[in-house]
C-alpha cells in the first residue's frame, strides 16, 4: 500500500471504494460516463474533503470532483486518478428564517433542496431535474423554472465553505473575498472543492407548471410567436419550447411548450400563459397548479451504450428571428437533433455583466441541441448536425457550459470570452496555480496576455 494511501487510511471517516469493492461498479461511474479511477472517496466531513484532497496531492494523482454526477463529459469520474464524491454532504438546513437564508451540503442534489425547502414555503431557481447536483448546476449557471424572476442559481448565491488546492477551508463572500467570490460563480470547479453553498431562498407558493402542445405543422409560427412574447411576458412566467423528441415521433412530434408560472393566482396565470396558448392549435394543455416540488422531474439515466451529445448556445435579440428560422427548419428535416430552447433575460439580464464570471447576461433565449442513440446513431447524426451548427454560427454567440458533451479550447472559449477567461486566469492563478482542479471546463492557471 503507498504511504499516501496509508495515511488517508488512518483518519478518513467517509468510505473509500476501490476497485473489486462491491461498490465500485455503481461508484466508479457518473450518470452519463463510464470511469475506472484507482478508488473513490465519499468524504463524510469537511476535515474527509481535505484528506481526499491531500491524498490526490501526495499520490500525484489525477482529481474529480462529484456533486451529483449529471456533467454531459463526464468529470464528475476519470480514469486512473481519484474521484471525490460530495454525495453524503447533502443536508439541508434553513439557517436564517427572516432573510431566507439556507446552508447545503455541496453534494445535494435539487430534489433533496426542494422537498425540505417546501414545508418552509421557499424555494431556490434551479433546473428542472430532481437528481442534478446543485455544485455543477450552481458553478457554472443554473437556469431553472424561475430564471426571468430570480435570475440564476448562482444569482441566489450569497457564500460559500471552499476547501482549496493547498487544503485551506475559506469562506468565500462579497464581503470576505470578492474576488474568488466572482470566480466561483461561473467558473466552475476550478478553484477548490465547495462543501456548503449558502443561499438567499425565495418564498414560493404553489405554481402553475406544464406542457402545451401544437402540431408540429405549426414549429415556424409557434416558434417566433414564443419568442416575441416572452420578451415583454411578467417574469413570473417562465418557459422552455422543444421539439423534434425521436421518442415521440421525430420531426413529427408536437411541439411543446412547457411553462412555469410562479404564483398560485389563477386569473393572473391565465393572463400569462393564455398568449402561449393563442400561438396556434392546441392539441393538449396540461398545465395545473402544483407544488414548487413536484415540478422537478425525475432523472433519466440512459441504459448502458447510450450516448448523448448535448451543444448549447446563446442568442442575442436581433438575431432570433433567424435563429428560430434555422432551428425550424433542422426540426422538420430528416434526423433532426432534439431542440429544446430556453427563455432567459428578465432577472439575468439585470445583474451588471462584470458582477459575475457568467459571461452571458444579454442574451434572450439558450438553445440546446441533443443527439440521444448508440454510437452509430450518433456517428450517423454527426454529419447534419455539423452543417446545422456552421449555418447557425454567425448567428449565435457563446456556449452555456452546463450543456455541453465536449470540453475542447473551443468550448471552452465559447462559455469564457477573452476577458472572463483571462480574470478567471489571475484567480486561478493564485488558487490552484498547480491545476489540481482540472476536470471541469478548464481555465488554466498560465497567463495568456
Ligand atoms: C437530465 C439533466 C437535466 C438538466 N437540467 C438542467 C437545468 O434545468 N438547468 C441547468 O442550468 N442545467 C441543467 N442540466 C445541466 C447541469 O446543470 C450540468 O450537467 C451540471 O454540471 C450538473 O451538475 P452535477 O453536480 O450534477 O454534476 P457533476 O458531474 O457532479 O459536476 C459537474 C462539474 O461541477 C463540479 N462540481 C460539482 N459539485 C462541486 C462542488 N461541490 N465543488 C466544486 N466543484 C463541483 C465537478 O467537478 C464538475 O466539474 C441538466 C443536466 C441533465 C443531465
Redesign the pocket.
Known amino acids: 500500500m503507498s504511504s499516501a494511501l496509508e495515511t488517508l487510511r488512518s483518519g478518513f471517516g467517509g468510505d473509500i471504494i476501490e476497485p473489486g469493492g462491491a461498490e465500485y461498479e455503481t461508484a466508479s461511474r457518473?450518470?452519463?460516463a463510464g470511469g475506472s479511477p484507482v478508488c473513490v472517496l465519499r468524504p463524510k466531513s469537511v476535515e474527509d474533503v481535505q484528506a481526499g484532497v491531500r491524498y490526490a496531492v501526495d499520490a500525484g494523482l489525477a482529481l474529480?470532483?462529484?456533486?451529483?454526477?449529471?456533467?454531459?463529459p463526464?468529470?464528475?469520474t476519470n480514469d486512473g486518478g481519484v474521484v471525490i464524491d460530495?454525495g453524503k454532504l447533502a443536508s439541508v438546513e434553513v439557517i436564517d428564517k427572516e432573510r431566507h437564508l439556507v446552508r447545503i451540503g455541496?453534494?445535494a442534489?435539487w430534489g433533496q433542496v426542494a422537498a425540505a425547502l417546501a414545508p418552509h414555503d421557499l424555494a431556490i431557481s434551479?433546473?428542472?431535474?430532481k437528481?442534478?447536483?446543485?455544485?455543477?448546476?450552481t458553478?457554472?449557471?443554473?437556469?431553472?423554472w424561475k430564471v426571468r424572476k430570480y435570475g440564476?442559481?448562482l444569482d441566489n448565491l450569497v457564500a460559500v465553505e471552499?476547501v482549496t488546492a493547498d487544503l485551506e477551508v475559506v469562506r468565500v463572500s462579497e464581503e470576505t473575498n470578492p474576488e474568488l467570490f466572482w470566480a466561483i460563480r461561473g467558473g466552475?470547479?476550478n478553484f477548490?472543492?465547495?462543501?456548503a453553498?449558502e443561499f438567499a431562498a425565495h418564498p414560493t407558493t404553489d405554481v402553475f407548471f406544464g406542457k402545451i402542445t401544437f402540431p408540429a405543422t405549426e414549429l415556424p409560427t409557434v416558434l417566433q410567436g414564443w419568442a416575441d412574447y416572452l420578451r415583454t411576458a411578467p417574469e413570473e412566467l417562465t418557459s422552455i419550447v422543444s421539439f423534434a423528441n425521436p421518442f415521440a415521433g421525430g420531426r413529427e412530434a408536437p411541439v411543446e411548450v412547457q411553462v412555469a408560472f410562479d404564483g398560485d393566482d389563477a386569473d393572473l396565470a391565465a393572463t400569462a400563459i393564455d398568449p402561449i396558448r393563442g400561438l396556434g392549435t392546441v392539441l393538449d394543455d396540461e398545465v395545473t397548479l402544483k407544488p414548487y416540488a413536484d415540478i422537478l422531474?425525475e432523472?433519466?439515466v440512459p441504459p448502458p451504450g447510450i450516448q448523448?451529445v448535448a451543444r448549447s448556445a446563446f442568442v442575442d435579440k436581433g438575431s432570433v428571428p433567424e435563429v428560430l428560422r434555422i432551428l425550424a427548419e433542422a426540426g422538420a428535416s430528416e434526423r433532426p437533433p432534439i431542440v429544446a430552447i430556453r427563455s432567459v433575460g428578465g432577472a439575468v439580464s439585470r445583474v451588471p455583466d462584470d458582477a459575475t464570471a457568467y459571461a452571458h447576461r444579454q442574451a434572450e433565449l439558450m438553445f440546446v441541441t441533443t443527439t440521444v442513440g448508440p454510437p452509430p446513431a450518433i456517428e450517423a447524426a454527426q454529419p447534419a448536425l455539423e452543417a446545422l451548427w456552421r449555418t447557425l454560427a454567425p448567428h449565435v454567440n457563446g456556449a452555456?457550459?452546463?450543456?455541453l458533451a465536449a470540453a475542447t479550447e473551443d468550448d471552452v472559449a465559447a462559455v469564457y470570452p477573452a476577458g472572463t477567461y483571462q480574470r478567471l486566469a489571475a484567480v486561478k492563478r493564485q488558487y490552484d496555480p498547480a491545476n489540481l482542479?482540472a476536470?471541469?471546463?478548464n481555465v488554466r492557471p498560465e497567463s495568456t496576455e
Open positions: 457518473t450518470v452519463l474529480a470532483v462529484r456533486g451529483g454526477g449529471h456533467s454531459f463526464g468529470f464528475g460530495l455541496g453534494g442534489v434551479s433546473g428542472d431535474t437528481s442534478v447536483g446543485v455544485g455543477g448546476l458553478l457554472t449557471g443554473g437556469i431553472g440564476l442559481a471552499l466552475g470547479g477548490g472543492i465547495v462543501t453553498f422531474e432523472g433519466l448523448i452555456y457550459a452546463n450543456f482542479f476536470g471541469n471546463h
